[in-house]
């Protein structure tokens, strides 16, 4: 995993928990903490964080995974508004994660190993994404997708009728996206 992902964990938990609780976590996942963002470190390193987030926060870790994908999407688009810049809502920009987003994301950060969704479109009201990757990082994908619709302002409800972690072979990500009455 690239250390880009571990240096917006740390600035999410910083913000959120304080400094010290960052400290903690590297303590308890006996992690060094100097995470340059175009290193590659083990997947491994980010699931001990993330398990004693899970201990610390007294949260499952599927939803620390979910709640850092939320509050570390705005910090991306932040730094690649262009990304965004070219898309007026979600569906759209989800549309583009293969070809633009996670094709140029490799370009910036060589070595990195993003997943490759595949669509099924369908229907206009219901986006389905299949996920398949070794992390199984399903939680991730979900709060990214959540603070997607936040950036374009539109409401979204997501949930899984497939996932790896139910001992299904991929995840099926149910995307349903509106704009808020009034
Ligand atoms: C809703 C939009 C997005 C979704 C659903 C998504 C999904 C994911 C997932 C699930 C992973 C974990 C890797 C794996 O599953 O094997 C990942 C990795 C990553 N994504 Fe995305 N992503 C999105 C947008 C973005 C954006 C906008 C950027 C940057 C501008 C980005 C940059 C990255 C990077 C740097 C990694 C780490 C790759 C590595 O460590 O090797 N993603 N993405």
Known sequence: MKGVVFNLLEA??????G??????????????GAYSSLGNYP???LMK?????SSALKMPPDDVVRWFGRNALPLLAEK??????????????????????HAEVRKLYPGADVPVF????????VLLMHYRS?????????????????????EVSLDQPECMKRG????????????PKG
Not at 80 to 101: E, M
């Open 168 to 179: 299904d072979d991929r995840c099926v990500l149910r995307v349903s996206v509106r704009k």
């Open 134 to 154: 070794p992390r199984k990082l399903c939680a991730l994908a979900e709060g990214f997708i959540e603070a997607t619709a936040g950036y374009y302002a539109e």
């Open 12 to 17: 999410v938990i910083r913000r959120d928990y």
């Open 49 to 53: 964080l993330v398990g004693a987030a």
């Open 43 to 45: 997947d491994d390193e």
């Open 19 to 32: 400094d010290d609780m960052w400290e903690t976590l590297l303590d308890a996942a006996g992690s060094h």
């Open 80 to 101: 690649h508004p262009h990304f965004f810049a070219s898309h007026k809502s979600t569906r759209p920009f989800l549309l583009t994660l293969n070809d633009v987003i």
């Open 118 to 125: 595949t669509y099924d479109t369908s229907s206009p009201e």
